[in-house]
C-alpha cells in the first residue's frame, strides 16, 4: 500500500507528464513531498494564475493535457482566471489543488474555499475527492476528458487527509464513461452534401478557428485548400495555421481584422467554418452573412454550432477526421476569378511616421518577423500589442498564441515560458504592453530560475491603451483610469532580473534590437517606446 498522495504522482507519470507548472502550500504539501521524488520536473511560478497560463502554453504547443497545481483556499481561487482562461480558448489542462481535511469542509477553516463550486462554469468537469481509492481512477478520467473531444481544463481538488491515506495503487488501463462519447468521424450523407455545396461554389471560403488545432488537423485544412483551390481566412485563435505567405491565405476578419478577410466574407457564396466559434470580435453582424451565404460548420461541440450563426450544412465531429473523410472525396478545382478578385483587395501596409523618440509598432513586429527564424513561436498578450502582432507578425512555420475568448492580461509571459518549455527548439517571443506586462513580470524570476531562454517585447505607451481608445472613440476623450503613470523603470526591472536588454527610441535603435533578438540563443529584453495616439488599426 502506498499513501494517495504518492499515487497522484503514479498517475502523472503513467500519463507521461515531464512538466508541472505550481505554487505550494499546506493543504497540497504531501502531494508536493512524493513529487519530489519522481522524475517530473516542477516550474515554481510566482503567482497561481501564472502557472495555469504556463500550463495553457504548454499544452498548445504539445497538443497534450498540461498540469498545474495550487494549494486551498487563495492559492485555488488565484487559479480561476487562468482555468476561465484556458476553457474560453478549449486548451486541456488538469487543474491539482490541494483542500482541507474532509471533516472540516464547511466550517469556514483556515485557507477554506469552495473551488469546485466556484470553478464549475469554467471547467469541462470537476472532482471533490472523497474516497482515496477513487484517485487513480479519477485521474484517468481527468485526462480522458480534457484531451478529447473540445479539450478543457478539469479539476481535481484533493483533501489533505485523502492525500495521507493508504490505498491499493493500481492504474486503469482504459476509461468508460457512459454519459461521455466524442465524435469523431462526421455523418457520411452529411459530408456527401457538404462536398455538393463546396463543388459548386462560385466564391467558397474556409476560415479556420482555434480547433484546427486541438484536433491537429493543420495539414488537412492546407490540404483541402490546395487541392480545391479554396481561399482560407482565420479567426485571432485559427492564426498561424496558414502561413503568412500562402497564395491562399487573406488574413485574419473581425473588428481588428484586415480588409481582404473581412470582403471575403462578405462576398463569399460559401462560408465553410472549421472549429471556430464565429465569436462577436470575429463577425458583428451575422444575420446579414447568414441571408447571403450558405454556411458549413464543422465542430466537435455540437453547442458551438448555430449558436452564434446559424448553419445550412452542420456537421459534428473532430476536424482532422471529418478533413480526412472529406479530402478522400475532393476533387480539383479553379476558382481563378475569385482569387485574383482577394488578391486585389490585398495591400502593402503603409506605417505612418511617429514622432521624434517613438516608434511604429506595427513595423517593428512586422520587422521581426522577417528576422526571426520560421519555427518562432509568437505569444501575444492583450491590449493593442495583441492586435498589432495578430496583424503585422508575417507567421511561416511557427505558431502564435494569444488569449482569446477570455482576453485575459498577463497571459503572454507565464504562456510564453510553458511554450519555451514544451519545445525547447524553437525561439519565442513574448509581446506585452506597459500595462499587461505588470501583471505578470514577476515570472521573469520564473523564467531565470528554471534556465527558459525568452525574447520579450514590451510595449510602452503609458496607457492602457486599448481603453484609452475606446475612452477616446465613445466617451469623447474623457480618460479615467488609463494612466500609466508610476510604472516603474522596464530596463532596470530586466536588469534586476539578469536579463540583458534594452531601450529602442527610433528605427536604428529597433534594427540593432530586431538584429540581437534574431541571433543570440540568450533572453534578451527589448522595450519599445510608442506614441500614445498610436492606434490599433
Known amino acids: 500500500m502506498i499513501k494517495a498522495c504518492e499515487a497522484m504522482v503514479k498517475c502523472l507519470e503513467a500519463e507521461n507528464v515531464k512538466v508541472v507548472f505550481g505554487y505550494p502550500g499546506a493543504a497540497i504539501c504531501p502531494f508536493y513531498d512524493k513529487l519530489l521524488d519522481s522524475g517530473i520536473r516542477h516550474i515554481l ?32 481561487l488565484n487559479l480561476l482566471t487562468a482555468i476561465a482562461t484556458a476553457y474560453a480558448d478549449s486548451i486541456p489542462l488538469i487543474c491539482i489543488t490541494g483542500q482541507v481535511n474532509s471533516d472540516q469542509i464547511g466550517r469556514d477553516v483556515f485557507q ?44 481535481i481538488d484533493v483533501p489533505m487527509d485523502i492525500q495521507n491515506t493508504l490505498i491499493d495503487f493500481e492504474y486503469p488501463e482504459s476509461v468508460e464513461i457512459r454519459s461521455y462519447k466524442p465524435t469523431g468521424k462526421g455523418n457520411y450523407a452529411q459530408i456527401k452534401r457538404v462536398m455538393k455545396a463546396l463543388n459548386e461554389a462560385k466564391r467558397p471560403l474556409i476560415c479556420v478557428g482555434g480547433g484546427v488545432f486541438a484536433s491537429n488537423a493543420q495539414t488537412e485544412i492546407k490540404e483541402l485548400s490546395d487541392i480545391m483551390q479554396i481561399p482560407a481566412i482565420t479567426t485571432m485563435m485559427g492564426i498561424s495555421a496558414f502561413s503568412t505567405d500562402n497564395p491562399l491565405f487573406f488574413g485574419m476578419l473581425g473588428m481588428h481584422g484586415v480588409k481582404s478577410a473581412n470582403i471575403a466574407v462578405k462576398d463569399c457564396d460559401v462560408l465553410f467554418l472549421i472549429g471556430a466559434r464565429v465569436g462577436d470580435r470575429a463577425v458583428r453582424t451575422p444575420l446579414s452573412v447568414e441571408e447571403s451565404t450558405t454556411i458549413i460548420h464543422i465542430d466537435i461541440d455540437p453547442a458551438e454550432i448555430g449558436k452564434n450563426m446559424n448553419a445550412d450544412l452542420p456537421l459534428v465531429g473532430d476536424a482532422k477526421l471529418v478533413l480526412r473523410q472529406i479530402l478522400d472525396l475532393a476533387k480539383p478545382l479553379e476558382h481563378k476569378e475569385w482569387i485574383e478578385y482577394l488578391n486585389s483587395l490585398k495591400s502593402e501596409p503603409v506605417y505612418e511616421k511617429t514622432k521624434d523618440g517613438t516608434i511604429n509598432p506595427r513595423k517593428f513586429i512586422s520587422d521581426l518577423s522577417d528576422a526571426m527564424s520560421d519555427n518562432t513561436t509568437v505569444v501575444a498578450d492583450v491590449g493593442q500589442n495583441q492586435i ?28 510564453a515560458i510553458g511554450a519555451k518549455l514544451a519545445d525547447s527548439g524553437r525561439p519565442v517571443v513574448a509581446i506585452c504592453g506597459d500595462g499587461s506586462f505588470q501583471m505578470s513580470l514577476m515570472e521573469l524570476a520564473t523564467a531565470v530560475q528554471h534556465g527558459v531562454k525568452l525574447k520579450i517585447i514590451v510595449m510602452t505607451n503609458r496607457y492602457l491603451g486599448m481603453v484609452r481608445e475606446v475612452q477616446q472613440n465613445v466617451y469623447h476623450n474623457r480618460y479615467t483610469a488609463v494612466s500609466l503613470d508610476g510604472s516603474p523603470d522596464f530596463i532596470t526591472i530586466a536588469s534586476a532580473y539578469g536579463i540583458d536588454s534594452m531601450r529602442v527610441t527610433n528605427e536604428e535603435e529597433a534594427k540593432k534590437a530586431i538584429e540581437i533578438l534574431s541571433s543570440s540563443d540568450e533572453s534578451f529584453f527589448v522595450e519599445c517606446i510608442v506614441d500614445e495616439h498610436t492606434a490599433t488599426i
Open 388 to 415: 498589432w502582432t495578430a496583424t503585422s507578425y508575417k507567421i511561416r512555420n511557427g505558431r502564435f498564441l494569444t488569449s482569446g475568448g477570455m482576453g485575459t492580461m498577463g497571459y503572454a509571459i507565464p504562456a
Open 112 to 155: 477554506e474555499a469552495d473551488i469546485t463550486g466556484a470553478a464549475e462554469p469554467f471547467v469541462k468537469h470537476s472532482y471533490l475527492v472523497k474516497n482515496a481509492d477513487e484517485l487513480p481512477k479519477i485521474f484517468k478520467e481527468a485526462f480522458y476528458i480534457a484531451g478529447t473531444g473540445r479539450p478543457g481544463p478539469v479539476l
Open 45 to 76: 511560478v510566482r503567482h497561481e494564475a501564472n502557472g495555469g497560463h504556463a500550463a495553457n502554453g504548454y499544452a498548445r504547443i504539445t497538443g497534450r493535457p498540461a498540469v498545474c497545481i495550487a494549494t486551498s483556499g487563495p492559492g485555488a
